[in-house]
Every structure is written in structure tokens, then in C-alpha cells.
């Protein structure tokens, strides 16, 4: 009867203790969870607001692009205005450049992720907006200038050396893969 009650007693205890270890372990686990998603959400929202500087520069060189070569860009303007016009582009696509550095952690820790706070989430899904529509109005504006080139090309017998289609560095893109290809039309 004694050894029956010592039994019962050390079971009991044995019990308390591993539930007490799981509860313990659980709660461990769930604060380092939530520790690790602050240190994301705060990484997230800090890197927006680098890539969201960035975007407007982007945004002033796109538009000195527009002032400096869209208006003027004709295939009877090409030998005058070539050098300059090859100036703006570089000066934007160092602007896209930097945009696309400044979104590799954006890249990583909101495209196709879910986020619980509403601020991170709103910055998640506006990050991925802005970047659709800077990477694809650049190669929008690219493809425009290189088939003016193009067509300056074709129509000369004689073409003043050194003019030539511009490097495109980047594609249209749809980083979240919903079919839509934001700026692109």
C-alpha cells in the first residue's frame, strides 16, 4: 500500500515536472518567435524607408529622362543629341541600381509572405507596387529609346560612329507572380 502511494506521489510529481518543462519550453519558443518576427518587422521597415528614398530619386531621374531625352528623342535627333541623351540614361540606370540594391531585403522578407502587422504589410505590398512600376517604366523607357536607335539605324546609309542600341540591364518583372506587370502598359 505504501510503495502503491509512493508510486502514485512520484507519478503525480513527474507529471507536474513535465508539463511545467513544456510549458516552459513553449512559452521559450513563442518569446523567441515573436523576438525574431520584431527584428524582422523593424528590418522591413527600415529598409522601406532606404528603398522609398531611393525610389524617389529614381522618380527626379525619370523625369529628367523625360525633359532631357523622351521629348526630343526622334530619329532626326540622334546624331545632335546621341552623347547627351547616353549622359541621361547612364545617370538612370545608376538610379535603378541603387533601387535594386535597396530592395534585396525587401525582396527576401515580403514577396509572397504574410505579416501580421498592418504597417509592415501595407509597406510590404506598396514596396512590391513601387518596384514593378520602376523596374518596368525603365524598361519601358529603354526599349522606347533603342527602337528609336533602331529605326535611326535602319534609315541611314552612312551612320555617324559610335551610336548603338542602349544596354538593357533589366527586364519586365512581376516579382510576385500575380500575372500583372505593373508599369508596363
Known amino acids: ?11 503525480i510529481v513527474g507529471l ?8 516552459i519550453g513553449t512559452y521559450l519558443y513563442i518569446d523567441n ?25 529614381f522618380n527626379n531621374e525619370r523625369a529628367t529622362y523625360y525633359d532631357s531625352v523622351d521629348k526630343n528623342l526622334f530619329p ?34 515580403c514577396v509572397n509572405k504574410y505579416h501580421s502587422n498592418e504597417d509592415v504589410k501595407n509597406k510590404c505590398e506598396s514596396f512590391v507596387i513601387a518596384y514593378e512600376t520602376v ?7 529603354i526599349n522606347t529609346f533603342n527602337q528609336t536607335i533602331e ?4 534609315s541611314k546609309s552612312e551612320v555617324k560612329e559610335g551610336i548603338s542600341l542602349y544596354q538593357l540591364k533589366y527586364d519586365y518583372t512581376d516579382i510576385n507572380l500575380d500575372g500583372k506587370f505593373i508599369g508596363k502598359d
Do not use: C, H, P, R
Not at 518567435?33 to 530619386?57: A, G, H, R
Not at 535627333?77 to 533601387?99: F, H, K, P, Q, R
Open 76 to 109: 532626326e535627333s540622334v546624331e545632335e543629341e546621341y552623347e547627351n541623351w547616353i549622359a541621361v540614361l547612364n545617370t538612370y540606370t545608376n538610379a535603378i541600381d541603387v533601387v535594386e540594391e535597396s530592395s534585396k531585403e525587401l525582396k527576401e522578407q
Open 1 to 11: 500500500m505504501k510503495n502503491k502511494k509512493l508510486a502514485m506521489v512520484v507519478l
Open 16 to 23: 507536474i515536472f513535465i508539463i511545467m518543462g513544456i510549458t
Open 135 to 141: 523596374v518596368n517604366y525603365y524598361t519601358k523607357d
Open 33 to 57: 518567435q515573436n523576438k525574431e518576427d520584431q527584428k524582422t518587422e523593424d528590418n522591413i521597415l527600415n529598409s522601406y524607408d532606404v528603398f522609398k528614398n531611393n525610389i524617389d530619386i
Open 151 to 154: 529605326n535611326y539605324l535602319n
